[in-house]
């Protein structure tokens, strides 16, 4: 063909299709139960320079487009260009036969016709007709949020956002949580996914199918031999929890649990001796090696005060009232690194309260540690476990919610660090520590007890006890050797601030920008006043001034939903599956006078065979880790789009990399290794 009329040709092509441009949209469902719709999917782009009418998405694949797991592609002309994408709007609509399905759509990406690729990030449930709209990937804060459809949605969500979430109260002087009338009623973006409600039942009798043990749950004896406790134990076993069972009695391992176990958050240094706890260097130095004065300079001195138990109303289980108490433990850092127990008071107050030491008879010295160890678990449960991890977590979670658009950056930060958390709390409430909850039934502080220690607790909660830098300061702890819990806790703190800095360093260029980012300061002033219920006491912030304040505060809600979760709920059947070394309630009141005790009180003092088996089964539930566990620092929802933090967020995953071969290289040189706090051990998530 002649050149000339080559062009004339495209010049009437061009004509004929109305100078039309093309879409690319490719549409990606999420790979989980039900997400499937065989629905009619509609969509509509919308850009800087206008908009494309509403679009049937009808391809090659017909109704299976849209299946679960499906990733299908289509085309939309528009007669021109429509600018930079601002959003899409999507809706589904049945057809005749078929009823109306819910569809979880995972993202949607369109290649414009200058050839650039825009996503938007989805992951949520469709399952009406009505139109919805989702955001171009790039976060945006409110006061650049300025094309007026962007706008609007922005608003659109937020008002639908309030009305799903909102706060209420479950019981006065504790965290606020999700408002919901039963465990269905719950927005369905925040449920378990179908794999992991399938999994987890959420009982005690589950527990014991799993442990074979139902055969004793109708056991209301006492043990009557140690290893009865040994045969049931068996049933069971983890590498640590057999370490647990050959060592519970020595001093050494009871010390070292202080560091390393499940509540490390109690011990602390100790320079001037309570002024309750009489001991003299006579009594804890008996061969004069050591005085008290001295080490207490040298900082060898450690104090565990579980004053927080004082005067606590103890349960009554299988009709028998049941002993809690709230002792002072004073121990030594000897030249061998070790956490010796030097003296343990079981109550505050002098009366009728002798000064048990490792020198007194075998059983005088071992029911001491015994009640240490059952208060601890009531101390840990409460106020390490359900206040400072799952209830703030959920206060954090409800207040970005209810605050927070998707498109905005913290919220692309924030929101895998909230996965399942409100269901799980749920759970726990109606399971745990509701009037017929397991704990409730069969702890020490179950019923009362339990109001009066979480009121306390939340009372004495600061902010500077949540950052564990500036908590192990407090407790004089810097120094401390083989406290795996602060060596491998402040270097996932230090990763997480590094990585919060530049992510929201990215979108916050000073301080002003933080100043004038309305919802970010609604968002923490919810925290403040439905988590902290306004006391300015603790320290929490009440809005943010500064980029410092916002990262540091950033880095803790991630680290508290985390990593101190995972410090605190990992290990619970490795150190409390032994029973002996965890025991949930204690049936005997504490020995008023040395010499009274023998191998037949210690087991009279244990709880009875069937509370025993309930509390190891509801922590074999609690530690287990279920299939679709998201670790630590993986981000499969893919909310942040843009190169720079899609970058940070690799070289986070790089350095948790790093920091995981460091922990396991370090527990291979371990007889009792540490792995809770390995990257690729813990989860996201409060999510159990
Ligand atoms: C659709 O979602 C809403 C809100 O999450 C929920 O209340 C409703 O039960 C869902 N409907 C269906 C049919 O799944
Ligand atoms: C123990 O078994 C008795 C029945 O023998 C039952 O009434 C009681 O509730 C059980 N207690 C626990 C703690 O499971
Ligand atoms: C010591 O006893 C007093 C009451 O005698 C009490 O108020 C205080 O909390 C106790 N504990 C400590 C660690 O001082
Ligand atoms: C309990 C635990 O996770 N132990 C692991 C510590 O690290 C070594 C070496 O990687 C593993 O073999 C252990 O299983
Ligand atoms: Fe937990």
């Not at 209301?220 to 009695?249: A, N």
Request: aromatic share 10%; charged share 20%; glycine share 6%.
């Amino acid at each position: 063909m002649h050149s000339s009329s080559r062009l004339r040709l495209v010049i009437i092509l061009l004509l004929s299709k109305g100078n039309m441009v093309n879409y690319e949209v490719t549409v990606f469902t999420g790979n989980r139960a039900e997400a499937t719709t065989l629905n009619n999917v509609f969509i509509k782009l919308v850009g800087t320079d206008g908009e494309s009418k509403r679009k049937w998405l009808m391809g090659l694949k017909g109704a299976s487009a849209f299946i679960r797991g499906a990733v299908s592609s289509f085309n939309i002309c528009c007669p021109a260009s429509l600018g930079e994408l601002v959003l899409i709007q999507l809706d589904k609509q049945r057809l005749p036969l078929f009823p109306e399905d819910s569809w979880f759509p995972a993202k949607v990406e369109v290649k414009s016709p200058e050839g650039n690729i825009y996503r938007f990030p989805i992951h949520g449930w469709i399952n009406n007709s009505n139109t919805h709209y989702f955001r171009e990937g790039t976060a945006l804060k409110v006061f650049e949020d300025t094309h007026h459809l962007g706008a609007y949605s922005r608003l659109q969500e937020m008002k639908k956002r309030e009305q799903d979430y909102n706060w209420a109260v479950y019981m006065e002087g504790m965290p606020h949580c999700i408002k919901a009338d039963n465990p269905l009623s719950l927005p369905c973006e925040v449920m378990f996914s179908f794999t992991k409600a399938s999994e987890f039942a959420f009982t005690a009798s589950t527990g014991l199918v799993e442990l074979k043990l139902k055969g004793l749950a109708d056991c209301k004896k006492p043990w009557t031999d140690i290893d009865s406790i040994s045969r049931v134990f068996w049933c069971k076993q983890t590498e640590i929890s057999e370490y647990v069972e050959e060592h519970w009695k020595e001093d050494a391992f009871f010390g070292y649990q202080f560091l390393n176990g499940v509540n490390p958050r109690l011990i602390r240094r100790c320079s001037a001796l309570p002024s309750n706890l009489s001991v003299t260097d006579d009594m804890v130095f008996p061969s004069g090696q050591y005085s008290l004065a001295e080490e207490m300079k040298k900082g060898n001195i450690f104090l565990c005060d579980y004053r927080n138990l004082d005067g606590v109303k103890a349960n009554t289980i299988n009709g028998k009232q049941q002993y809690l108490t709230a002792p002072l433990v004073l121990l030594h850092r000897t030249p061998d690194a070790k956490m010796m127990p030097l003296a343990i008071q079981l109550k505050q107050t002098p009366a009728d309260n002798p000064v048990f030491l490792p020198s007194d008879s075998e059983y005088d010295w071992l029911t001491a540690k015994i009640f240490v160890r059952s208060a601890d678990f009531n101390e840990h449960q409460l106020n390490t476990h359900l206040l400072r991890t799952h209830l703030l977590a959920e206060v954090f979670a409800v207040s970005l919610l209810r605050n927070l658009p998707m498109v905005h950056p913290l919220y692309k930060l924030l929101i895998p660090h909230t996965r399942y958390t409100l269901q799980i709390n749920y759970l726990a409430r109606l399971f745990l520590i509701s009037e017929t909850g397991v704990f409730t039934k069969f702890s020490a502080s179950g019923g009362e007890g339990m109001t009066t220690i979480l009121k306390r607790s939340l009372s004495s909660m600061t902010y500077s006890s949540l950052c564990l830098p500036e908590d192990i300061a407090e407790r004089g702890l810097e120094a401390v050797p083989n406290f795996y819990y602060k060596d491998d806790g402040l270097r996932l703190w230090e990763i997480i601030h590094r990585f919060v800095e530049r992510v929201l360093g990215h979108y916050y260029k000073s301080d002003t920008d933080v100043q004038k980012d309305s919802e970010l300061q609604k968002w923490i002033g919810d925290i403040f006043e439905h988590g902290f219920l306004s006391q300015a006491s603790t320290g929490i912030p009440q809005g943010f001034s500064t980029m410092t304040e916002l990262n540091k505060f950033v880095t803790m809600v991630i680290f508290t939903g985390s990593c101190q979760h995972a410090a605190v709920n990992s290990g619970q059947y490795d150190y409390g599956g032994w029973m002996p070394n965890t025991p949930i309630t204690l049936q005997l009141p504490p020995p008023t006078r040395k010499g009274t005790t023998s191998e037949e009180t210690m087991l009279q003092t244990f709880p009875d065979v069937n509370t025993t088996v309930q509390g190891m089964s509801t922590m074999w539930l609690l530690s287990k880790q279920s299939s679709d566990f998201v670790p630590f620092g993986e981000y499969p929802e893919e909310h942040f789009t843009e190169e720079i933090p899609c970058e940070l967020i690799k070289d986070f995953q790089a350095e948790l990399k790093k920091l995981s071969s460091d922990i396991k290289a370090r527990n291979s040189t371990l007889k009792l290794p540490y792995p809770y706090l390995d990257p690729t051990a813990l989860e996201n998530s409060v999510a159990i």
